[in-house]
């Protein structure tokens, strides 16, 4: 299975991203996926997850910007990102867990900008 992400780049601040991630090599559809970011310096950390009922769970500072959806039959995620921030900058990675198991994407940058 294989998670590859799309979209990330370089905006200014205010500015909006949509980021995608489409899994393949899989025959079903992924029970949640999300998004995770990491900043230099710091953890990998919560941006937001879907279920295939579409519960989302957001992290708190991204709450009213961020907006994530999904494509169950495509296995595809997407993120909406709108009023971006400085500290919105990292590389963000795609996940999915299924049947217990967490994969991982190979990241894509988001650098917002003053």
């Known amino acids: 299975v294989q998670l590859v992400e799309s979209g990330g780049g370089l905006v200014q601040s205010g500015g909006s991203l949509r980021l995608s991630c489409a899994a393949s090599?899989?025959?079903?559809?992924?029970?949640?996926m999300g998004w995770y970011r990491q900043a230099p310096g710091k953890q990998r950390e919560l941006v937001a997850t879907?279920?295939?009922?579409?519960?989302?769970n957001y992290a708190d500072s991204v709450k009213g910007r961020f907006t994530i959806s999904r494509d169950n039959a495509k296995n595809t995620v997407f993120l909406q990102m709108n009023s971006l921030k400085l500290e919105d900058t990292g590389v963000y990675y795609c996940?999915?867990?299924?049947?217990?198991?967490?994969?991982w994407g190979q990241g894509t940058q988001v650098t917002v900008s003053s």
């Open positions: 879907i279920t295939t009922g579409a519960r989302t």
């Open positions: 090599g899989i025959a079903f559809s992924i029970n949640t």
């Open positions: 996940y999915g867990n299924w049947f217990g198991y967490n994969g």
